[in-house]
T-cell receptor, first 114, second 111 residues
Framework: GAVVSQHPSWVICKSGTSVKIECRSL??????MFWYRQFPKQSLMLMAT?????????EQGVEKDKFLINHASLTLSTLTVTSAHPEDSSFYIC??????????FGPGTRLLVL | GQQVMQIPQYQHVQEGEDFTTYCNSS?????IQWYKQRPGGHPVFLIQ?????EVKKQKRLTFQFGEAKKNSSLHITATQTTDVGTYFC???????????FGKGTRLSVIA
């Protein structure tokens, strides 16, 4: 079946640094990918929609200058958390629709900002 | 916008008891998916329901999709300690739209 990979699986960084998270669709092309964030004991909340060839669309309350999204190709989307702060510590997970009413999730990236 | 309500938020059961979690969408869905997340882990896909009135079973788990394709339920028969975790439903409106997640039901099973 379709597979979505995410890298890194976890990262610990100092406050003020930037962190890049990659999301790849391994055996299918995805013109759209979604980025979710999950805080402890909460549900997954959509952050933004990544669109290949155009700008990402962000959900209300998500700062586009802080969470930079680049959909570099039909199989790769990256999320960069710029100038990360402890409150950005969370579980970040991407998903990619296959175009057949099905979406597959990556395994997620756990970010801890010290 | 589209909302998916999920109840209950928490459920504590004795091992061997049954468990049910319910989801209701404010809009008609193309399909609904269920995920299980263990403490400290990531959501793991369980199943996808597509057809109106569909019922699917996985061992002790029974999933239902309502006739109007707006609600769904997950029922676990004779819970075991391995069933512990948070169960999320996620509704898909269609096409290249994002999944909208319910808030999840956290199940704890007392041995």
């Amino acid at each position: 079946g379709a597979v979505v990979s995410q890298h890194p699986s976890w990262v610990i960084c100092k406050s003020g640094t930037s962190v890049k998270i990659e999301c790849r669709s391994l055996d299918f092309q995805a013109t759209t990918m979604f980025w979710y964030r999950q805080f402890p004991k909460q549900s997954l909340m959509l952050m933004a929609t990544s669109n290949e060839g155009s700008k990402a669309t962000y959900e209300q309350g998500v700062e586009k200058d802080k969470f930079l999204i680049n959909h570099a190709s039909l199989t790769l989307s990256t999320l960069t958390v710029t100038s990360a702060h402890p409150e950005d510590s969370s579980f970040y997970i991407c998903s990619a629709p296959t175009g057949e009413e099905t979406q597959y999730f990556g395994p997620g990236t756990r970010l801890l900002v010290l | 916008g589209q909302q998916v309500m999920q109840i209950p938020q928490y459920q504590h059961v004795q091992e061997g008891e049954d468990f049910t979690t319910y989801c209701n969408s404010s809009t008609t869905l193309s399909n609904i998916q269920w995920y299980k997340q263990r403490p400290g882990g990531h959501p793991v896909f369980l199943i996808q329901l597509v057809k109106s009135g569909e019922v699917k079973k996985q061992k002790r788990l029974t999933f239902q999709f309502g006739e109007a394709k707006k609600n769904s339920s997950l029922h676990i028969t004779a819970t075991q300690t391995t069933d512990v975790g948070t169960y999320f439903c996620a509704g898909l409106k269609g096409g290249n739209t994002p999944l909208v997640f319910g808030k999840g039901t956290r199940l704890s099973v007392i041995a």
